[in-house]
């Protein structure tokens, strides 16, 4: 078992067996603008040290990595309502350099175009990844062809592969025995999830032609039906608890 997944499992257990082991109540941050150069922020004090984070990556290539505002806010309290995972409901910002990178096992990133890394930056992330760290890819829009370059760039001896929808991801919490929910139409085909292996467990999840990212934001950014927006949640609650306990 990673470091990750060790801490993580603890705080669990915590959370179950110990009556009102529980997160203290904390604001949710404003947004922070995307020129701001410092990213990844402390925890507030009081925060369940074995509560997980989830941190937006800024990546580089020009795309915009800072969409959808309330995204990842709006999903982390849906975790904490749904869940008795212990979960810091803070946005955090962070950078691949940053020294502050391995304190998360979660990596969001989102976005229209495209997404790149220098070769320290793909040294570190693989360092990350097989240590036990989880990217999840959300494609906005036009992320995909460039984000495969980078894969291959990345881990050159590991394909980008489709996931089965017998895959313990599509069924770890909710089930979604049709893969991946379509939550926004982009070029009218079939939502589909890709994903890199190593040592048989998924590090890096890619996610096309579904955006659930848009579906986690406050209902009236897209006006998206209420079932789909719940979708949306759920088939993240997935990715969270697959990234995190297998």
């Not at 909710?174 to 048989?200: M, S």
Request: proline fraction near 8%; charged fraction near 25%.
């Amino acid at each position: 078992m990673n470091l990750f997944h060790g801490t993580f499992l603890y705080g669990v257990l915590l959370a179950l067996l110990v009556p009102g082991a529980e997160l203290v109540a904390q604001d949710v941050p404003s947004p922070r603008r995307p020129e701001v150069t410092r990213f990844a922020r402390p925890r507030a004090s009081g925060i369940n040290p074995s509560a997980v984070s989830v941190a937006r990556l800024h990546y580089s290539g020009g795309g915009d990595w800072y969409w959808g505002r309330s995204a990842l806010p709006n999903f982390l309290r849906f975790v904490r309502d749904n869940t008795d995972f212990p979960v810091d409901t803070s946005e955090y910002e962070i950078t691949v350099m940053d020294p502050e990178l391995f304190k998360y096992p979660f990596l969001f990133a989102t976005g229209h175009g495209v997404i790149s890394f220098s070769d320290e930056e793909r040294e570190r992330l693989r360092e990350y990844l097989e240590g036990g760290g989880f990217l999840f890819v959300n494609d906005s829009y036009g992320m995909d062809p460039g984000f495969r370059a980078e894969m291959a760039r990345l881990l050159p001896e590991r394909e980008v592969v489709e996931l089965p929808f017998s895959h313990p991801l599509y069924h770890c919490f909710y089930d979604f025995p049709n893969g991946p929910p379509k939550i926004h139409e982009h070029d009218n085909k079939p939502p589909r999830g890709h994903a890199v292996i190593l040592n048989g467990r998924v590090v890096v999840y890619f996610l096309v032609e579904s955006d659930i990212g848009d579906g986690w934001e406050d209902a009236q950014v897209h006006n998206d039906p209420e079932e789909k927006r719940e979708e949306a949640f759920r088939m993240g609650l997935n990715i969270l608890t697959y990234a995190l306990l297998y």
